[in-house]
């Protein structure tokens, strides 16, 4: 039977959980995530686990941060004044926002805490930091 290769379009589900059991995100309930292998569309460590698998395989990997979203870096928290943020804009905690960074470039931040003069926004990837376990079934190999 053939092997999941670079190259080859692969249709999965999977189910990642964090080592504390915590489910972050599962395909089971939608439709089968599809990506090719080789173009770098899903996380290093992601990749290596689907690829040699065959059609109708399952297995759980785990994948250490640094294969994953990386460490937690502090210099992607940053405390921003109030007034730099639109007058119509109500900031709380948990906020999601898009931010643009001095060379033009966007990225996703929360804001973590908040202030009457400042709001802290942390740029990491909410999974930065964390192994993530995943449960993988190869559906197809289009």
Avoid: C, W
Wanted: charge should be negative; aromatic fraction near 6%; hydrophobic fraction near 35%.
């Amino acid at each position: 039977m053939r092997q999941a290769k670079q190259g080859d379009t692969v249709r999965i589900h999977y189910t990642g959980t964090l080592d504390d059991g915590t489910q972050f995100d599962s395909s089971v309930d939608r439709e089968p995530f599809e990506f090719t292998l080789g173009e770098r569309a899903v996380i290093p460590g992601f990749e290596t686990g689907v690829e040699g698998m065959q059609v109708g395989d399952q297995k759980t990997i785990h994948i250490a941060a640094d294969d994953a979203y990386g460490q937690r870096n502090d210099a992607l928290i940053e405390k921003v004044p109030l007034e730099h943020f639109p007058d119509d804009l109500n900031i709380e905690v948990g906020m999601h926002l898009q931010a643009q960074s001095p060379n033009g470039e966007h990225f996703n931040v929360v804001v973590t805490a908040l202030s009457d003069k400042d709001a802290t926004i942390d740029g990491n990837h909410p999974l930065a930091g964390e192994a993530l376990n995943f449960d993988l079934e190869l559906l197809e190999i289009v």
